[in-house]
Every structure is written in structure tokens, then in C-alpha cells.
């Protein structure tokens, strides 16, 4: 029986041979820069994340090449002035916005630098990843359950020291006990409440919306704390941005929580930016939360980036350490005293139910910027919490 043989590359004869079947052969990108910061070579998996397919790269300027979505941030700079780095940002490339996981390596003297970008959205789909749904899906029926339980009690707490209130004096000592008590049992109610809405969200009802009002609406309703911490609040809509297909009241809810944590980045001031466009990003996975059918019908003309509407909420705030950028959207994980840690996760599941994403991108001392992304897809009809019944059903029948 003849064998058919197999094709193997050329031995490489050279170092700089042996540096590019390396370079080719990892899925993560990789970028050398020489001694002023310009391109010396790319492999294909940095092109298919940021570049055009004929883009000419070699001896570009990477700063130009490599922007992120924080304002002022300079990773080439940084890249320069440190022996290594490692940061989740998200690149503005142009194929359109990646996140991804970018490592840095200062090289010899005159110092060269070695990039390496692992695109987190695929790191998403890994099998690490789904695991990771799975408990918290667990966690989520856990919560309803012992959030049901302590509701209950708790109401015939608050019931009971509200009529002993009404036994005292106003200026008796034990009254201002009481208050604390009736204080107490009005934040529980609000963890418990946190908890039920995060275990089991309201299916939103999805209406042709236009955004900006929903910021103008937040803006009212956390105006006393951005006052006091004296914030400037800007808001920048692009030209010919149209209706997306939310639910309002759950969208308002994710920009207050992002714009509140915003505000408390800022205690001395600073300055708030909303802007509102549409960018092109990279196709997203079938993630959890997304509506059951929804794989069918975004698997045809799937190929190529998709067009979102996108809403950058901008801070100049103290940022966020790298080390919890990871954990920010982990239930009960909060940097704040008395937070309930809740408040990213219900984020983040009110998104993934509208077919979007949340993703925030920081550095110490720079700011942080939220990106909340909606697709721009027909899919996307007006849809009622009366039609969630058909979608359970077409999720049982496949």
C-alpha cells in the first residue's frame, strides 16, 4: 500500500528562520518592536485579531498600532519603561475592538520588546470557562433559595420594630436603637432583593429604544452623588445613532450601577464621559444568558466582525488593580465597603440576556472604561416576557 507522504516546512537554516516558524506556529499574537518602537515582524494571529488582511505593518509605528480603549493609555510606553507587563485590556485594531490579554517583554540593550496578545474571547470559550458557568449557576439556585428564606423573617422583624417605634417617645434613647434595628432590616432587604434578581433575572422585554435618554435618565437619578463629589459629566452621542432593540428599565439599571461605581472612583472629582456609537467588533460565541435559537440563527453569515452599538462609560478615577480585573464580575466579590458584590454580575447577565456584553478596561491610577456593547442584528425583534415560554420550550425540544 503506498503511503501518502506528508508536507513538512523546511528546516529553518537561520535564527531569524527559527524565530518565525515560532512565531507561527502559536495562536496567541505576537509583535517584535525594534529600539524606536516600529514593527519588525507580526505573526498571522496578531493580523487576524488587528489587522486588514493587506494591511503593510513592518516598520509602522506600534503606538498607532496598539490603542487601547483607556484614554492616555500608552502600552508601547509602558512596554519600554518596564521588563515585562501583563494587563486585560481591549485593542482598537482594524478588524475593530479585541479584548485580550497582553504580555510584555523588554529584550537586550539597545532594549527591543516581545508582544504577546491572547484573545480573551476565546480564552471564554474554553471548557475552564464553562465550568465556571456551571457553578455559578449553582450558586445562583442556592441564593434564591436562602434569599427566599430569610425574606420572610426578616419582614416580621421590620413589621415588629416599626410598631415599637411607634411606642416611644421621639427623643427616648431606645428610639434611636430601633432606628438602627429598622436601618439594618431595610439593608438586608436590599442584599435579599440583590440576590433573587441575581439567581433569577426578569426576562427583558425588548422595544426599539434609543439609548440616550436611558443616560439622561441616570444622570437624573445619581445627580446628588455626582454633585457631591463634584464630577464633570460629559455625554457624547455620534450623528446618525438609532434606536437598539432593550429593554429601558433593565438598561437604565446596568448604567446607574456602572455610573454610581464610576462616581465613587472619584471622590476628589473628575471627569464622567458617556459616548454613544457604533463600532465593529469581533463575533462573540454563543455565551450564557443568550436567548435558546439564538445559535441558529446567528450561525448564518456569521463570518466577519459584527456592527454594535456601543456605550463607553469613561472615569478618570483612581482605576482599577490588575490583579481584580478578573474578578469583577465574580457574585459577592466587591471592592467597596458594605457592597453586596452583586451589583457587575446582575450587569453582566442583564447584557448577555440582550445578546450584548459588558467588559471594562482600566489601570491604576488612569481611569476606567466600561464598554457596554448591543448587536446591531435583525434577530433583535420586539420581543415580550410572554414569549419566554416559547423559548424554554424550543430550548427543551432541541
Given at each position: ?5 506528508v ?18 506556529d502559536?495562536?496567541n499574537?505576537?509583535i517584535?518592536l ?15 485579531m488587528?489587522?486588514?488582511p493587506?494591511?503593510q505593518?513592518?516598520g509602522?509605528?506600534a ?23 501583563e ?18 517583554y ?10 504577546t496578545?491572547r ?9 475552564h ?12 439556585q ?10 420572610n423573617p426578616?419582614a416580621?422583624i ?5 410598631v ?5 417617645e421621639p ?5 434611636r436603637f430601633?432606628?438602627?434595628i ?16 441575581y439567581?433569577r433575572?426578569r426576562t ?14 441616570v ?6 452623588a ?7 459629566v460629559?455625554?457624547?452621542?455620534a450623528?446618525?445613532v ?33 459616548e454613544?456609537?457604533r463600532?465593529?467588533?469581533r ?9 435558546a435559537g439564538?445559535a ?33 464580575f465574580d ?16 450587569s ?8 450584548g456584553?459588558?467588559?471594562?478596561a482600566?489601570r491604576e ?5 466600561v464598554?457596554?456593547?448591543?448587536p446591531?442584528e ?9 414569549d419566554?415560554?416559547s ?8
Open positions: 500500500m503506498a503511503v501518502k507522504p508536507r513538512t516546512r523546511a528546516r529553518p537554516q537561520t535564527f531569524e528562520g527559527a524565530l518565525e516558524v515560532l512565531l507561527e502559536t495562536e499574537g505576537v517584535l525594534d529600539t524606536r518602537g516600529r514593527v519588525l515582524s507580526v505573526n498571522d494571529a496578531a493580523r487576524r488587528l489587522l486588514s493587506a494591511a505593518v513592518r509602522r509605528l503606538s498607532g498600532l496598539l490603542r487601547t480603549v483607556v484614554p492616555g493609555d500608552d502600552p508601547v510606553r509602558d512596554a519600554f519603561a518596564t521588563s515585562r507587563t494587563i486585560e485590556t481591549v485593542l482598537q485594531g482594524e478588524r475593530g475592538e479585541v479584548p485580550v490579554l497582553l504580555r510584555t523588554r529584550l537586550g540593550r539597545p532594549p527591543r520588546v516581545l508582544m496578545l484573545d480573551l474571547g476565546q480564552v471564554r470559550r474554553s471548557q470557562e464553562l465550568r465556571r458557568q456551571e457553578r455559578l449557576a449553582t450558586l445562583g442556592l441564593s434564591a433559595g436562602v434569599a427566599h428564606e430569610i425574606r426578616l416580621g421590620g413589621t415588629s420594630a416599626q415599637l417605634l411607634r411606642r416611644f427623643r427616648d434613647e431606645r428610639a430601633v432606628r438602627v429598622l436601618e439594618e432590616v431595610a439593608r438586608l432587604d436590599r442584599i435579599v432583593t440583590s440576590l433573587l434578581q439567581a433575572p427583558p422585554e425588548l422595544r426599539s429604544t434609543v439609548i440616550e435618554p436611558c443616560i439622561r435618565r444622570l437624573e437619578l445619581a445627580g446628588e455626582v454633585q457631591q463629589s463634584g464630577v464633570r460629559e455625554v457624547d452621542v450623528p446618525r438609532g434606536p437598539v432593540y432593550i429593554d429601558g428599565d433593565l438598561i437604565t439599571q446596568v448604567l446607574l450601577n456602572v455610573t454610581l461605581n464610576a462616581v465613587q472612583a472619584m471622590p476628589g472629582g473628575g471627569t464622567l464621559r458617556y454613544v456609537r463600532v465593529r467588533r463575533r462573540p460565541s454563543r455565551g450564557p444568558g443568550r436567548r439564538d441558529a440563527r446567528a450561525g448564518r453569515g456569521a463570518a466577519g466582525p459584527l456592527i454594535y452599538q456601543q456605550v463607553r462609560v469613561i472615569d478618570t478615577g483612581q482605576g482599577i488593580p490588575r490583579g481584580l480585573l478578573s474578578k469583577l457574585p459577592f466579590f466587591s471592592t467597596k465597603p458594605g457592597g453586596t458584590g452583586l451589583g457587575l454580575s446582575i453582566q447577565t442583564i447584557m448577555q440576556e440582550h445578546g456584553t459588558i467588559e471594562v482600566s491610577h488612569r481611569g476606567t472604561t464598554l457596554l456593547n448591543f446591531l435583525k434577530r433583535h425583534a420586539e420581543r415580550r416576557a410572554g419566554a415560554h423559548d424554554r420550550a424550543h430550548a427543551a425540544h432541541r
